[in-house]
C-alpha cells in the first residue's frame, strides 16, 4: 500500500466492516458448532485438516513455506487460520490460494507478496 492509496476514498464503510465480520464469524459458529468452538482461532491440527480444504495453489505454497524452512508446523497452522478466516470474510467455502497467501503476507519471514493468485 502506498501512501497515495491511504489518502483516497476508504473502500469499504466502519458500518459494512463490522457486517463481514459478523457474518464471518456467524459462518464460523455454523461450520464449527459440531467441535465445540465458535472461531477459526480456536481450531487444533485435526480441526484444521477438517475445516480447511485448500486448492492445489495453497498446496504449492505450503511446500515452498516448508521447503525453504520459512514457517514451522506451527506457524503453517496458525497461517491456516488466518486463511480459513479471510475466506470466510470473502464468502468463500474453501481456502484459495489468494486467502493464504494474504494470511502468509502477515507474517514478515513467510510472505508471498510476489505471489498474484486470482
Known sequence: TTA????????????????????AREHQAFRLRA??????ARMDAPMLRRHVKLDEDCEKML???????????RGQHRALRVARTIADLDHCKRVHAKHLSGALNLRAEAGFSDHRAA
Open 4 to 23: 497515495d492509496n491511504l489518502s483516497g476514498e476508504p473502500t469499504m464503510t466502519s458500518a459494512d466492516a463490522r457486517t463481514r465480520v459478523i457474518e
Open 35 to 40: 467441535e465445540g468452538i465458535l472461531v477459526n
Open 63 to 73: 511446500v515452498q513455506t516448508r521447503m525453504r524452512r520459512l514457517l514451522s508446523a
